[in-house]
């Protein structure tokens, strides 16, 4: 065994290189990289790890591109743009990111031996992800701008974000002494009500009743249960007239199926939260996209001036809207 093993050293002349993803090429090869094989002084199991991190982060947080017993690896336009879409970038400008190996010999007591890095621009595509969805029709529907009235066709949809079987979403109710059901697909040949009113699942069960309001409505079919939390929208933070004691209410929009207000901000920070407390819910912005995470990151606000605020939960991912006027 040496004491001074010689770390893998990749071969691909890739430094600098620029790469242009495009959707229709997603399954072509976008690189191949080779590199040298580790050496430990002896006959050792290596197995490689290629690492992917944002330029100027050392690789404090990368993504595993992939491993392998072999010195080289090839890598689709695809797997590269899935990566970098889950490193947060977008496609509206190049990702500049880095690339090594590591050399790992399972079960033995040494150290790994990593790679000099490659440096890279690549421009990634964005991909729509069509969700799992389940239905909410009901007689509230034709006055609360849903089409007709217990239509599975133009009911609005709860969103399985993780494709777990919970389902999330939002739905306007206009009116008091209104009922619903979950429909699985856009018809009635499997639909869920509820026989007891205890939140319970029940196969072809009962309406569902429901006063006015605007619903957080989850379904768990794991377990056959659903919950709902009746919710009011504002703005809370220094940069609106509230700080962060006062919300600014928005007011629902039904033609939009948005929440919206026109509004004077500061420079600062906000967030959006529902019924004035931040027990129930609260929304942020982790990545400066303008999609909503739950209990996210507050949102900067970089410039004073008057503002129309968007709060977009009726279509999926979630989001929002900060235009100037």
């Given at each position: 065994?040496?004491?001074?093993?010689?770390?893998?050293?990749?071969?691909?002349?890739?430094?600098?290189?620029?790469?242009?993803l495009?959707?229709?090429?997603a399954?072509?090869?976008l690189?191949?990289?080779?590199?040298?094989?580790?050496?430990?002084?002896?006959?050792?199991?290596?197995?490689?790890?290629?690492?992917?991190?944002?330029?100027?982060?050392?690789?404090?947080?990368?993504?595993?591109?992939?491993?392998?017993?072999?010195?080289?690896i090839?890598?689709?336009?695809?797997?590269?743009?899935?990566?970098?879409i889950?490193?947060?970038?977008?496609d509206?400008?190049?990702?500049?990111v880095?690339?090594?190996?590591?050399?790992?010999v399972?079960?033995?007591e040494?150290?790994?031996?990593?790679?000099?890095?490659?440096?890279?621009?690549?421009?990634?595509?964005?991909?729509?992800?069509?969700?799992?969805?389940?239905?909410?029709?009901?007689?509230?529907?034709?006055?609360?701008?849903?089409?007709?009235?217990?239509?599975?066709?133009?009911?609005p949809?709860?969103?399985?974000?993780?494709?777990?079987d919970?389902?999330?979403?939002?739905?306007?109710?206009?009116?008091?002494?209104?009922?619903?059901?979950?429909?699985?697909?856009?018809?009635?040949?499997?639909?869920?009500?509820?026989?007891?009113?205890?939140?319970?699942?029940?196969?072809?069960?009962?309406?569902?009743?429901?006063?006015?309001?605007?619903?957080?409505?989850?379904?768990?079919?794991?377990?056959?249960?659903?919950?709902?939390?009746?919710?009011?929208?504002?703005?809370?933070?220094?940069?609106?007239?509230?700080?962060?004691?006062?919300?600014?209410?928005?007011?629902?929009?039904?033609?939009?199926?948005?929440?919206?207000?026109?509004?004077d901000?500061?420079?600062?920070?906000?967030k959006?939260?529902?019924n004035?407390?931040?027990?129930?819910?609260?929304?942020?912005?982790?990545?400066?996209?303008?999609?909503?995470?739950?209990?996210?990151?507050?949102?900067?606000?970089?410039?004073?001036?008057?503002y129309?605020?968007?709060?977009?939960?009726?279509?999926?991912?979630?989001s929002?809207?900060?235009?100037?006027n």
């Amino acid at each position: 065994m040496s004491s001074s093993p010689d770390a893998p050293s990749i071969t691909s002349d890739m430094e600098g290189q620029s790469f242009q993803l495009l959707e229709d090429e997603a399954d072509e090869i976008l690189f191949t990289l080779e590199w040298t094989a580790a050496d430990y002084g002896y006959d050792a199991a290596v197995e490689y790890e290629v690492q992917i991190s944002e330029t100027g982060d050392n690789f404090e947080n990368y993504n595993e591109l992939g491993s392998t017993a072999e010195t080289e690896i090839s890598f689709t336009v695809g797997e590269v743009n899935s990566e970098l879409i889950a490193m947060g970038f977008d496609d509206t400008q190049d990702a500049e990111v880095q690339i090594r190996v590591i050399a790992k010999v399972d079960g033995a007591e040494v150290d790994e031996e990593v790679s000099e890095p490659v440096s890279l621009m690549i421009r990634p595509y964005l991909v729509e992800i069509e969700l799992p969805e389940i239905y909410v029709p009901g007689g509230y529907q034709d006055v609360s701008g849903y089409g007709n009235e217990w239509s599975p066709e133009d009911a609005p949809p709860l969103f399985s974000f993780d494709d777990d079987d919970v389902y999330t979403g939002y739905v306007y109710i206009a009116e008091d002494d209104s009922e619903y059901k979950f429909t699985y697909e856009r018809s009635w040949d499997l639909n869920w009500g509820d026989d007891e009113g205890d939140g319970t699942l029940d196969e072809d069960g009962a309406n569902i009743p429901a006063d006015a309001g605007y619903y957080l409505m989850e379904v768990d079919l794991n377990d056959e249960t659903y919950s709902v939390l009746d919710t009011e929208w504002g703005i809370v933070g220094d940069a609106t007239p509230g700080d962060w004691d006062g919300d600014t209410m928005l007011e629902y929009d039904m033609e939009e199926k948005v929440w919206a207000v026109d509004v004077d901000l500061v420079e600062g920070e906000m967030k959006f939260r529902a019924n004035q407390t931040w027990d129930d819910l609260d929304y942020g912005d982790n990545t400066g996209d303008g999609t909503l995470d739950e209990g996210g990151e507050n949102i900067p606000v970089e410039e004073a001036g008057n503002y129309t605020v968007i709060l977009n939960l009726g279509e999926a991912p979630f989001s929002y809207e900060l235009i100037m006027n």
